[in-house]
């Protein structure tokens, strides 16, 4: 029983990171995205440490066995997180998926010209500079772009140190 109890903890965890997501998203009003994202997580991660702690407390397991299952836990869930984070980005970031989407909502379809000028990607580049100009993650000096106060460095160095681990390569271009 107890075992089955340590398999259900990260998926309850990810359950509750999905639900707060959702709802501070749904509910907050100046909320954005990934600030939803990074809300939902913490409140899984935190979900799943007071359930680990809950249960060792409750039974009569060893130290060593509750330190043993709270890192495969935590790292369980983790992955978990990371997988909803990528999906939820998918449909943010992908751009065959928004022509899909946009697709979906012409029944009459829609022609070459006005998909171009809709994705046109000198367009979304400049948006997505925008953005990261707005919000502090870059900075303009001396006619270069460099990094400002940006959350997203940790996020792309574990990005990128996974991608070599698990493709030996850092990026889709090497």
Request: hydrophobic share 50%; with cysteine.
């Amino acid at each position: 029983m107890r075992t089955f109890t340590q398999f259900c903890i990260p998926l309850a965890g990810l359950a509750f990171n999905v639900l707060c997501q959702i709802l501070s998203l749904q509910l907050g009003k100046r909320i954005r995205l990934f600030q939803s994202i990074m809300l939902g997580f913490a409140a899984g991660f935190l979900l799943v440490c007071i359930l680990e702690l809950t249960l060792f407390f409750y039974s009569s397991a060893e130290w060593l066995d509750f330190l043993a299952y709270w890192v495969c836990n935590t790292i369980t869930y983790g992955c978990l997180g990371y997988g909803y984070f990528a999906y939820i980005n998918l449909g943010e970031s992908s751009l065959r998926i928004r022509i899909i989407d946009a697709l979906l909502h012409a029944p009459d379809g829609l022609t070459e010209e006005t998909l171009i000028k809709r994705f046109n990607d000198r367009e979304l580049l400049s948006m997505r500079i925008q953005r990261l100009l707005d919000h502090g993650e870059i900075q303009m000096r001396d006619g270069k772009y460099v990094l400002g106060k940006s959350k997203l460095v940790p996020i792309a160095k574990i990005v990128f140190l996974l991608k070599w681990l698990i493709l030996g390569k850092r990026s889709e271009f090497e």
